[in-house]
Structures are given as structure tokens and as C-alpha cells.
């Protein structure tokens, strides 16, 4: 099955800085996603990668706080600009289409856990 | 907009008992999904469902698609201590591959 790695595995970050977070697949997949989990809280969309053009975001998220690239079928990055504490999350990357993974079943990198002092 | 509302919150049982947890929709779903997050990792899929009163197994782990398309179980038989974890149901909602998550159910086991 697809494989998703993620970098960095955590960081801890000053705020008003920004952090770009490294999604890889290691096959090509339809779709990729990136999710946030706050502290002890559920997953939830902040937008989907699409290949070589904007990504589309959810209620709530916007292009100036978390700018996203997908420039091929294996990789993603999510930025969290001008961070502030209410950023610190685990920040994960999702992928569909995946070689071993049918085509409704997203699965998960291993997260980012960021945390903004 | 959907929701998924998950219960129990959390669960603190005893090796060996059997557990169960559900998930309940506002709307119509055409997939149930369930997932298994462990400290540190992202959610790993367990079973996925997508017919309505569908029963399907993972080894301890049976879950079921509810008839009315609404909610969806989740049963593990004969729990261990390596079943601690958080567990979510998700659902596709709109399309384009988009989940959504319920609230997860955090379970203890003592050994």
C-alpha cells in the first residue's frame, strides 16, 4: 500500500514566524489533502492540494494563513504563516487513490505536531 | 452542513471486555469509514463500509452500516491493551474525497 511521510514530525515554532510542512507519497495518488487536529479534538479539512493550480479551502481557512503547492502526483506542502499559539496542532496530510487503498479510503501521513510559543 | 456525532466520549474497560461505539449522521452517508489513531500517528483505517446494513470484519473489530444509512457500529470482542488508541467514524461528505470526522472515542484498557 501507498506509503505518506511527512517532515517535520514536530516543531516547535516562535510566533509570527512561518513553517512549510513536507507531504510525500511514495506512488502517485488521485487526490491529496491536509487536515488540522487540534489538542484534543477531531480532524478537520483545511483544504484539498490540486495539482498545478490553487488549492481549494474550507469554511474558516484561507490561502494568506496556509498557502499550499502541489506540484506533482506525489507531493504536497502546507504552510502555516504568521503563526500565533492558537496554531499549535497536529497538522496531517491525506491522500486518496493510492495503490493499495481503494478509491473512497483516504489514509494518513504520521502528522505534523506543531507548537507555537 | 453534516455532522457526525460519536459516542461514547471515552472508555475505560477491562482486558478482555468487548466494546462498542457508534456514530450517528444528520444526513445520508454512502460510506462509513473507521480509523485508529495511536499517540503520535495519523489515523490508520480499520474497516470501511459501504452498503447499507453491511456487517464487516477485521479480526476482533466487526463494524456495521446502519439501514437507515445514518450511523454506523463499531464492536471490538475480546479487547488487550493494545487496543488504546483514539477511535473516529468518517464519512465522504460533498464530493471530491472530503471527509468528515466524528468527535472520536478514546479507550483505555487495563491490563
Known amino acids: 500500500s501507498a506509503v505518506i511521510s511527512q517532515k517535520p514530525s514536530r516543531d516547535i515554532c516562535q510566533r509570527g514566524t512561518s513553517l512549510t510542512i513536507q507531504c510525500q507519497v511514495d506512488?502517485?495518488?488521485?487526490?491529496m489533502f491536509w487536515y488540522r487536529q487540534q489538542p484534543g479534538q477531531s480532524l478537520t479539512l483545511i483544504a484539498t492540494a490540486n495539482q498545478g493550480s490553487e488549492a481549494t479551502y474550507e469554511s474558516g481557512f484561507v490561502i494568506d494563513k496556509f498557502p499550499i503547492s502541489r506540484p506533482n502526483l506525489t507531493f504536497s506542502t502546507l504552510t502555516v504563516s504568521n503563526m500565533s499559539p492558537e496554531d499549535s496542532s497536529i497538522y496531517l496530510c491525506?491522500?486518496?487513490?493510492?495503490?493499495?487503498?481503494?478509491?473512497?479510503?483516504?489514509?494518513f501521513g504520521q502528522g505534523t505536531r506543531l507548537t507555537v510559543v | 452542513g453534516q455532522q457526525l456525532n460519536q459516542s461514547p466520549q471515552s472508555m475505560f474497560i477491562q482486558e478482555g471486555e468487548d466494546v462498542s461505539m457508534n456514530c450517528t449522521s444528520s444526513?445520508?452517508?454512502?460510506?462509513w469509514l473507521w480509523y485508529k489513531q495511536e499517540p503520535g500517528e495519523g489515523p490508520v483505517l480499520l474497516i470501511a463500509l459501504y452498503k447499507a446494513g453491511e456487517l464487516t470484519s477485521n479480526g476482533r473489530l466487526t463494524a456495521q452500516f446502519g439501514i437507515t444509512r445514518k450511523d454506523s457500529f463499531l464492536n471490538i470482542s475480546a479487547s488487550i491493551p493494545s487496543d488504546v488508541g483514539i477511535y473516529f467514524c468518517?464519512?465522504?461528505?460533498?464530493?471530491?474525497?472530503?471527509?468528515?470526522f466524528g468527535q472520536g472515542t478514546e479507550l483505555s484498557v487495563k491490563p
Open positions: 506512488s502517485q495518488v488521485t487526490m
Open positions: 468518517a464519512g465522504p461528505y460533498n464530493q471530491g474525497g472530503k471527509l468528515i
Open positions: 491525506s491522500a486518496l487513490g493510492g495503490p493499495g487503498h481503494g478509491s473512497t479510503e483516504a489514509f
Open positions: 444526513s445520508i452517508f454512502n460510506t
